[in-house]
């Protein structure tokens, strides 16, 4: 398969790559100034006493947020346990493999110790599985569901695509391995162009926006 008089293979970890990773940079560094710059009111309200300082209080909300709050339900300690287990599959997949941590040694010479091909292929099983899992319950759950846009979905496409069609190159499943190879980097590619722009940003915002709920809870007082 050609793509312009190249290989597929070679557009993908060429113009195709290239072209999403600017895209990625630009756009992520375009909502963080975005964000960052819109107008900040003042609070002019008194703190409360013997709060913390900003930046503890600003760990503190981070922190706070990383697990169940009290008084929820199992299905939320599902969702939240659930979000880890694909979140750390994630990271144990794109800094675990080998292959992974050659390309990102390319890009910023930095090198670490990797993991076993099997312990990367059960990870990448498992954060399947537990994607899965979260769009099952976000299509069954009414609450879920009534929320959920084509936002949500798409966020979920473009983040189980390389999960799928790396799992496929790794076992030569399918197709030929050069081709199989450049789909994985297609869909990689594809979910660089997607995340500044969807909700794969809260990868992200998130520490900002806990942060700050978090001085503001802790400036008034708030105990949660």
């Known amino acids: 398969m050609t793509v312009m008089g190249m290989s597929l293979l070679d557009f ?10 600017a895209v990625f ?6 909502r963080l100034v975005s964000l960052l710059g819109l107008p900040r009111s003042v609070d002019r309200s008194r703190p409360k006493a013997g709060v913390p300082s900003a930046p503890m209080a600003a760990l503190a909300g981070i922190w706070r947020h990383m697990g169940t709050p009290r008084g929820f339900g199992p299905m ?3 969702q939240v346990f659930n979000g880890w287990i694909f979140h750390v599959g ?7 493999f080998a292959q992974h941590m050659l390309f990102l040694k390319g890009l910023f010479g930095l090198s670490w110790p990797v993991l076993p091909t099997s312990v990367i292929t059960l990870a990448a099983y498992v954060t399947l599985a537990s994607l899965v899992a979260a769009l099952v319950r976000r299509m069954t759950h009414p609450v879920l569901r009534l929320l959920s846009t084509g936002n949500d979905y798409v966020s979920w496409l473009v983040t189980v695509l390389p999960v799928v069609t790396g799992l496929l190159a790794v076992s030569h499943l399918g197709a030929r391995y050069e081709t199989l ?6 869909s990689i590619a594809l979910l660089l162009v997607w995340f ?9 915002l998130v520490f900002i926006t806990r942060a700050e709920t978090g001085m503001t809870y802790a400036r008034r007082g708030v105990k949660t």
């Open 196 to 204: 500044p722009f969807g909700k794969l940003m809260h990868a992200f």
């Open 25 to 30: 940079v630009l756009g992520v560094l375009w």
């Open 12 to 21: 993908a970890r060429g113009p195709a790559i290239n072209t999403a990773m």
């Open 181 to 186: 190879l450049a789909l994985h980097i297609l």
């Open 76 to 78: 939320s300690m599902f």
């Open 90 to 96: 994630l990271a144990v997949i794109v800094f675990g």
